[in-house]
């Protein structure tokens, strides 16, 4: 596609369910970020992938997320157990490159936790 | 923990006027540093970026500049237009991202 795509756009869970978030980069971009965006704040780094490999994920709140790029292209957040604090926008980001590149962007999903 | 620090937190200006927005940071290591452009519900967009040693760049009615030594960066917006309304975000090495300023244009 022309960017970054993410889906879905938004998401209501109830409390203690899993989620799934699903990005899908520009094709061919190698790096792949993910972060975590409160209202009103700006983006907080959760996970980077290089193609396939996940080479930082020291920005996962808990062991209650889960990131993976299987094939090196699309990626997936998974929030176990969700709780209200996770409750925020979810960004994906591209670059062709290596990671200081510039990012593409996602719309985001935003995730309410109820 | 944040280790960008973007200011003002928000700002109202008239139509054509400029501004200047600041970004303090104390994140090591240092790749480059980006100025973002978030509109409310979508994703940033880059406006400019600038390594160690570039001091100035400018991208229309946008520059930037850059002290590595003070580790400090401003992001100039000259002749504002009511679209440059947004959140600005400064962001560091791709990982540290600042709280944004919240820019509003009124005509």
């Known amino acids: 596609g022309a960017g970054v795509s993410q889906s879905p756009r938004y998401k209501v869970a109830k409390r203690g369910q899993d989620v799934a978030l699903r990005c899908d980069p520009i094709?061919?971009?190698?790096?792949l970020f993910w972060y975590q965006q409160a209202l009103g704040q700006g983006p907080e780094f959760l996970t980077y992938?290089?193609?396939?490999?996940?080479?930082?994920k020291s920005g996962l709140p808990s062991d209650r997320f889960f990131a993976e790029r299987p094939e090196g292209s699309v990626s997936t957040l998974k929030i176990q157990r969700t709780q209200q604090e996770d409750s925020a926008v979810y960004l994906c980001?591209?670059?062709?490159?290596?990671?200081?590149?510039?990012?593409?962007f996602g719309s985001g999903t935003q995730l309410s936790v109820l | 923990k944040n280790q960008v620090e973007q200011s003002p937190q928000s700002l109202i200006i008239l139509e054509g006027k400029n501004c200047t927005l600041q970004c303090n940071y104390t994140v090591s290591p240092f790749s480059n540093l980006r100025w973002y452009k978030q509109d409310t519900g979508r994703g940033p967009v880059s406006l400019t970026i600038m390594t160690f040693s570039e001091n100035t760049k400018s991208n229309g009615r946008y520059t930037a500049t850059l002290d590595a030594d003070t580790k400090q960066s401003s992001l100039h917006i000259t002749a504002s237009q009511l679209s440059d309304s947004a959140s600005y975000i400064c962001?560091?090495?791709?990982?540290?991202f600042g709280a944004g300023t919240r820019l509003t244009v009124k005509p």
């Open positions: 980001a591209s670059s062709l490159g290596r990671s200081s590149e510039k990012l593409f």
């Open positions: 962001v560091v090495s791709s990982r540290r």
């Open positions: 992938f290089q193609n396939e490999a996940q080479l930082d």
């Open positions: 094709s061919g971009h190698v790096s």
